[in-house]
Every structure is written in structure tokens, then in C-alpha cells.
T-cell receptor, first 112, second 115 residues
Framework: GQQLNQSPQSMFIQEGEDVSMNCTSS?????WLWYKQDPGEGPVLLIA?????ELTSNGRLTAQFGITRKDSFLNISASIPSDVGIYFC????????????FGKGTLLTVNP | ETGVTQSPTHLIKTRGQQVTLRCSSQ?????VSWYQQALGQGPQFIFQ???????GRGNFPPRFSGLQFPNYSSELDVNALELDDSALYLC??????????????FGPGTRLTVL
């Protein structure tokens, strides 16, 4: 099935560092969502974006909806050990069911 | 407010068997979507139910079927299980219709192993 291009695949950083990850699509989306998934659990919604160019923050997390509507970015500032996990981007092109298309995820490891 | 719940947590089946997975949507949500997540991959959309009707389907064969009940809970049925059906099955609930809210909230998933 279709998946978005998410990069990087994995990151290993020191506590306190900032992190950036991004997601691109060959199709236009009108919604971008960012999720975090811990082992053995379901994805947890972090940020939802609805408009091209929109910049939204949730604590130390900031995400942007790309102007072309084909990409999105997630930044984490001042990382802490509990930020460890897999981060997924997901896009929806609308229509009647707003199904989500996911990236393959970015595995984030934070070294205390 | 109760979140999305799924049962069972884990399940082991053999090839050719049938399985039913269950999901209770978050309070106030009328739409349930099902996703399959293979190891190391992002979730893949199976189908969605809105007001007890199938409302979109991904690239999955007909042996994947579902139901939604009047209380908006849902079932995913998989017949003639194959080894490749081994995955984490995720249910997500959302407010459908014209609300414009496209956020989907996921349950913890059911881990299905097919031997």
C-alpha cells in the first residue's frame, strides 16, 4: 500500500538536543497528523495540521504544514529521555472518509 | 472520557482459521477505522465504518470484513488466515460527518500471530 516518505529512518541524539524530522508525499494532502508510538502500544496523536503553511506547537513539539501541501515537518526542542519512541506522520486527502496514509516512522533514541 | 479500547490484546491462530477483533470507540465518536501494522512499518488503512456503513476501503482482500454496531463499536473479521496476516491491528475512532475534525485516536491494538 501507499506510504509517505519519512526521514530520517532513525536518530540517536543526546538529551537536550533539538530534533527535526520530515515527511513528503507525491500527492496533495489537506490534513497532516503527527503521532508517537511506544513499543506494544497504539499511536498517540501529538499535533494536527489543517492549513497549508500552518505552524502549530504542543509544548516542546512544533509541526508545520508545508506550503506545497505535499510535506510536513516536526521539530522537538530540548529532547528528554521520554521522547524515545517511533514518530509517524500521517496525511489525509479528504474526501468522504479521511483515511490516513502513514509514513514508515522515525525511530528516536535519546541518550541521557 | 473513555478512550478507544480493543480486545483481545494478543491472539495466536493457525493458517486457515478465522478471527474476530473488537473495538469500542471513544465517547462521542461515530466513526471507526481499522489499520494493519506490520513489524517495522506504518499502519495501513483497511476500512472505515461511519454510522454502521462501510465508508471507504483500502487495498485488502474481501476476506477482511467488518461491522459497526448502533453504539459505534466495531468488529474486524478475517477469514482464511494467512501467515502474512500476522500484525498489530489498530482501531481508530473519530468524529465523522461534517464536523470537519479529521483527527483519529487509536486504541492499543491487537497483536495477531498466525502460525
Amino acid at each position: 500500500g501507499q506510504q509517505l516518505n519519512q526521514s530520517p529512518q532513525s536518530m540517536f541524539i543526546q538529551e537536550g538536543e533539538d530534533v527535526s524530522m520530515n515527511c513528503t508525499s507525491s500527492s496533495i494532502f489537506n490534513t497532516w497528523l503527527w503521532y508517537k508510538q511506544d513499543p506494544g502500544e497504539g499511536p498517540v496523536l501529538l499535533i494536527a495540521l489543517y492549513k497549508a503553511g500552518e505552524l502549530t506547537s504542543n509544548g516542546r513539539l512544533t509541526a508545520q504544514f508545508g506550503i506545497t501541501r505535499k510535506d510536513s515537518f516536526l521539530n522537538i526542542s530540548a529532547s528528554i529521555p521520554s521522547d524515545v519512541g517511533i514518530y509517524f506522520c500521517a496525511g489525509s486527502s479528504g474526501g468522504s472518509n479521511y483515511k490516513l496514509t502513514f509514513g514508515k516512522g522515525t525511530l528516536l533514541t535519546v541518550n541521557p | 472520557e473513555t478512550g478507544v479500547t480493543q480486545s483481545p490484546t494478543h491472539l495466536i491462530k493457525t493458517r486457515g482459521q478465522q478471527v474476530t477483533l473488537r473495538c469500542s470507540s471513544q465517547s462521542g465518536h461515530n466513526t471507526v477505522s481499522w489499520y494493519q501494522q506490520a513489524l517495522g512499518q506504518g499502519p495501513q488503512f483497511i476500512f472505515q465504518y461511519y454510522r454502521e456503513e462501510e465508508n471507504g476501503r483500502g487495498n485488502f482482500p474481501p476476506r477482511f470484513s467488518g461491522l459497526q454496531f448502533p453504539n459505534y463499536s466495531s468488529e474486524l473479521d478475517v477469514n482464511a488466515l494467512e501467515l502474512d496476516d500476522s500484525a498489530l491491528y489498530l482501531c481508530a475512532s473519530s468524529q465523522g460527518g461534517t464536523s470537519g475534525l479529521r483527527e483519529q485516536f487509536f486504541g492499543p491494538g491487537t497483536r495477531l500471530t498466525v502460525l
